[in-house]
């Protein structure tokens, strides 16, 4: 099946540095590409919408200035936490969608743990 | 705007038990209609999704749901839940346009042996 993969899985940064994580689709092309973060024991939480080649929407009270999001190709996009504070350690999530046999299909990445000291 | 309701934060059932998880969803349309497994620290894994067709959906490591429309509902269920299956799991919706998806807040299953 398809997959998607994320780098790093775990990174760890001190506050006021910047962070990017990537995420790809490894043997299909993604039009589209969403953004989700995790807080311990809770839900995924949407952050963004990465349409190749444009700019991302950005859900309600998440920062567009804070998270930069770049999908530059069909099949790479990346979220770069910038001036990362303890309070943006999170798992972010991303995940890719396409159609297979003409049904729209989200195949999520493993994920990435950032922890901001 | 779609939601997703999981009542359930969280469930114990005895090995070998059935198991339910209620899931109920708001969206103004048909919606795509999914249920994940997370283990700790781990990405998503789908069970199974249902976007038309037969209401009852199969789907892997011998998960079922079934979609009602009249009651909004797409509970998912296991006739009898082994050791390996304690873990969260998150019903979700998506728009059958920009494929938007939800995730409703995540039931987590403890199996007790």
């Known amino acids: 099946g398809a997959v998607v993969s994320q780098h790093p899985s775990w990174v760890i940064c001190k506050s006021g540095t910047s962070v990017k994580i990537e995420c790809r689709s490894l043997?299909?092309?993604?039009?589209?590409m969403f953004w989700y973060r995790q807080f311990p024991k809770q839900s995924l939480m949407l952050m963004a919408t990465s349409n190749e080649g444009s700019k991302a929407t950005y859900e309600q009270g998440v920062e567009k200035d804070k998270f930069l999001i770049n999908h530059a190709s069909l099949t790479l996009s990346t979220l770069t936490v910038t001036s990362a504070h303890p309070e943006d350690s999170s798992f972010y999530i991303c995940s890719a969608r396409t159609r297979v046999w003409d049904e729209e299909t989200q195949y999520f990445g493993p994920g990435t743990r950032l922890l901001v000291l | 705007a779609q939601s997703v309701t999981q009542p359930d934060i969280h469930i114990t059932v005895s090995e070998g038990a059935s198991l339910e998880l209620r899931c109920n969803y708001s969206y103004g349309a048909t919606p795509y209609l999914f249920w994940y497994v997370q283990s700790p620290g781990q990405g998503l894994q789908l069970l199974l999704k249902y976007f038309s067709g037969d209401t009852l959906v199969q789907g892997i490591k011998g998960f079922e749901a079934e979609f009602k429309r009249s009651q909004s509902s797409f509970n998912l269920r296991k006739p009898s839940v082994h050791w390996s299956d304690a873990a969260e799991y998150f019903c979700?919706?998506?728009?059958?346009?920009?494929?938007?998806?939800?995730f409703g807040a995540g039931t987590r299953l403890f199996v007790k042996a």
């Open positions: 979700a919706v998506a728009n059958t346009g920009g494929f938007k998806t939800i």
């Open positions: 043997d299909f092309q993604a039009t589209t």
